[in-house]
């Protein structure tokens, strides 16, 4: 695993980017999602198109709801996926 501030993020995804697949990968609506992390689903609109950044506690409900890390959400760790899909 890397150091502090490296991601694992795909190359030259953004926050948003990371946050709208993860959620498609989860299988829900945007605000299925929203309603799950128990936040508005502005707020997740907001996030997935880089307009803002969720305050931690966000940003630890929605890796729940959408049953990731909160590390993995951050793009500090790879999803599960991720992690089979290198070793081909």
């Known amino acids: 695993m890397g150091g502090w501030g490296e991601s694992m993020a795909e ?3 953004s926050m948003g980017e ?3 697949r993860l959620r498609e990968a989860a299988g829900l609506s945007q605000s299925e999602a929203a309603a799950a992390a128990g936040v508005p689903p502005a707020s997740l609109r907001n996030w997935e198109q880089d ?3 969720p ?3 966000a940003a630890a409900r929605l890796a729940q709801a959408l049953r990731v890390s909160l ?3 951050a793009g500090l760790a790879e999803t599960p996926a ?4 290198k070793g081909k």
């Open 51 to 53: 307009r803002r950044e």
């Open 71 to 73: 590390d993995v959400l």
């Open 82 to 85: 991720t992690k089979r899909g």
């Open 55 to 57: 305050l931690l506690g």
């Open 11 to 13: 190359p030259g995804e």
């Open 18 to 20: 990371r946050f709208k």
